[in-house]
């Protein structure tokens, strides 16, 4: 038998630490936040920054529906997303432009809000957060280069993205003059999915994490829906992909855990999985811990106010 020096020892150890903490690692979800006083995003963050979090991703609405869409709350919110330690990804919600239209919200030009949405939160294809992580976006699609928002990345075994559906039905609002932009965003959605299930399957990843802010299940899909083809397709990429995808939404600030999706034929899709985010008045983040050395169920969730707390750094 072949015996080991003590320094060689220690440099095989210290290998098989590095690629057992390679193998698992922890993100966060938070959406529907602030919906009061931005102090509440901060006491949030500064909670998140005390985990030993990869990133952390917002699933939206940085406001309420009925607060003022101006220009003010967008920077505030843009300084306080730079008080995260750790990456910090972002895709908007309706309040941010959907439902700016709102007397009480400064009856704007909800296509207006959403270019200014644009302009400050997605100006770079990279994170938010102290610490930067490039990003891959839309805009790098020549038919889709208005679309920066939509994102995406990789860590370990696993492809992550985000999509813009929002609540307010996707902004399908027949009466209002936004919906305008509705098929453009909605064709984008679209192509982003499909291209992202196409990356995962070319990398041979164990799991796909998807991002958004809508409830897509809040109502039943039909000729009304704003929702409509996006559950057809996923469903069918669902089904095509055959293994674990996390949905992540927020919208209706429940915290819930549940398998909504179902196939054509009603089947339930057993393979996704989604979470809603707690959010509103009693906003929290989902923990969720990814093992790679699971890959039929990679994913464990619990909410950190359920996690102790790390001492806080000095």
Request: charged share 25%; glycine share 6%; net charge neutral.
């Amino acid at each position: 038998m072949r015996h080991l020096f003590p320094s060689a020892l220690a440099a095989v150890t210290a290998l098989l630490a590095n690629a057992a903490c390679a193998a698992t690692f922890t993100f966060a979800a938070i959406g529907d936040v602030p919906y009061g006083p931005p102090e509440e995003l901060s006491a949030l963050t500064t909670k998140l920054n005390r985990q030993p979090l990869t990133f952390t991703l917002h699933l939206g609405d940085i406001k309420t529906g009925t607060s003022r869409c101006s220009d003010d709350v967008y920077l505030k919110i843009r300084e306080l997303f730079d008080e995260f330690d750790k990456p910090l990804i972002y895709t908007p919600g309706d309040n941010e432009w959907t439902d700016c239209h709102r007397m009480l919200a400064g009856g704007y030009d909800p296509v207006e809000r959403l270019e200014k949405v644009r302009s400050l939160f997605f100006a770079r294809a990279e994170s938010l957060g102290r610490q930067k992580v490039p990003l891959q976006s839309q805009r790098s699609d020549p038919r889709f280069a208005r679309y920066v928002e939509n994102l995406r990345w990789t860590h370990g075994k696993v492809s992550f993205a985000t999509l813009h559906l929002v609540g307010s039905n996707n902004n399908w609002q027949p009466e209002l003059p936004s919906i305008s932009e509705f098929a453009g965003r909605e064709e984008a959605n679209l192509v982003w999915l499909q291209t992202t299930f196409a990356a995962a399957k070319a990398r041979n990843d164990i799991a796909v994490v998807l991002a958004m802010q809508a409830d897509t299940f809040m109502a039943e899909p039909g000729p009304g829906s704003g929702f409509t083809r996006w559950l057809a397709a996923l469903a069918d990429e669902v089904a095509r992909w055959g293994k674990p995808v996390l949905l992540l939404q927020g919208d209706s600030h429940r915290y819930r855990i549940d398998r909504p999706l179902r196939n054509v034929d009603g089947q339930p899709l057993a393979n996704l999985q989604r979470v809603v985010v707690p959010g509103e008045r009693h906003p929290d983040a989902v923990l969720i811990e990814v093992d790679e050395t699971h890959p039929a169920q990679p994913f464990r969730l619990r909410l950190m106010r359920e996690t102790p707390e790390m001492p806080a750094r000095h």
